[in-house]
T-cell receptor, first 113, second 112 residues
């Protein structure tokens, strides 16, 4: 089955860029997703990228996809204290199975002054 | 406001007791899910349901049961057969076949 890996912690200074990385083992997922979880809350979809794209930009967020290396990244420009949260990458478990997602362990982003 | 409501937010249970977690949505979504979250691990799928009166096991269904009698409701029962039930449980829903899941705020279950 699919295995999704992320580093567990990232600490950045306010105003710097944050880059959160994700690797996966085997994916025929049509879309790849980034979810955000604030303390004590559920997850919210942050952004996603279609599998035939290399990059997607959405305001301060940039998603990069390297299918050859099976590597997905999320860059947050001008990181703010409100960006402190856990960020999960997620992929569908099977072709067309958009709704059965496999999540990574999540990267806890800490933003300090 | 449309959304997903989970209750209770915190729950304590003695060993050997069954407990039921509630999940209600008013988004008119067809699909609903239960995930379990443990520290340092990703979300793991317990059960999911794509239509009323039908549901499928996820990766860690043992010791859990669900029902889907109404489109709006997908309760999860944590049975005494679940060996390590202390966790944060998240319910989600989606419109059919889309990876955009809408999550509730979660229920934290602690077994004493």
């Amino acid at each position: 089955g699919e295995d999704v890996e992320q580093s567990l912690f990232l600490s950045v200074r306010e105003g710097d860029s944050s880059v959160i990385n994700c690797t996966y083992t085997d994916s025929s997922s049509t879309y790849l997703y980034w979810y955000k979880q604030e303390p004590g809350a559920g997850l919210q979809l942050l952004t996603y990228i279609f599998s035939n794209m290399d990059m997607k930009q959405d305001q301060r967020l940039t998603v990069l996809l390297n299918k050859k290396d099976k590597h997905l990244s999320l860059r947050i420009a001008d990181t703010q204290t409100g960006d402190s949260a856990i960020y999960f990458c997620a992929l569908a478990d099977e072709p067309g199975g958009y709704n059965k997602l496999i999540f990574g362990a999540g990267t806890r982003l800490a933003v300090h002054p | 406001d449309g959304g997903i409501t989970q209750s209770p937010k915190y729950l304590f249970r003695k060993e050997g007791q069954n407990v039921t977690l509630s999940c209600e949505q008013n988004l008119n979504h067809d699909a609903m899910y239960w995930y379990r979250q443990d520290p340092g691990q990703g979300l793991r799928l317990i059960y999911y349901s794509q239509i009323v009166n039908d549901f499928q096991k996820g990766d860690i269904a043992e010791g859990y049961s669900v029902s889907r009698e109404k489109k709006e409701s997908f309760p999860l029962t944590v049975t005494s057969a679940q060996k390590n039930p202390t966790a944060f449980y998240l319910c989600a829903s989606s419109i059919g076949y889309t990876g955009e899941l809408f999550f509730g705020e979660g229920s934290r279950l602690t077994v004493l």
